[in-house]
């Protein structure tokens, strides 16, 4: 492997970890629609919390 390979390869890795990260955090939070606007009060959390 030379040098621009390891480096787009680390760059990669290091955006997955990213999201991964962020995906896990925000459902520790409770977020159902992860990047959604308004995923704290979208209709859809809301319907099924009346449906529980």
Not at 15 to 33: H, M, P, Q, S
Request: glycine share 6%; proline share 4%.
């Amino acid at each position: 492997m030379n040098i621009p390979t390891i480096i787009a390869l680390i760059v990669v890795i290091l955006i997955l970890f990213l999201a991964i990260r962020y995906i896990v955090k925000e459902k520790k939070k409770g977020t159902r629609c992860i990047g959604c606007p308004q995923a704290g009060s979208c209709q859809k959390k809301h319907l099924e919390t009346l449906l529980k």
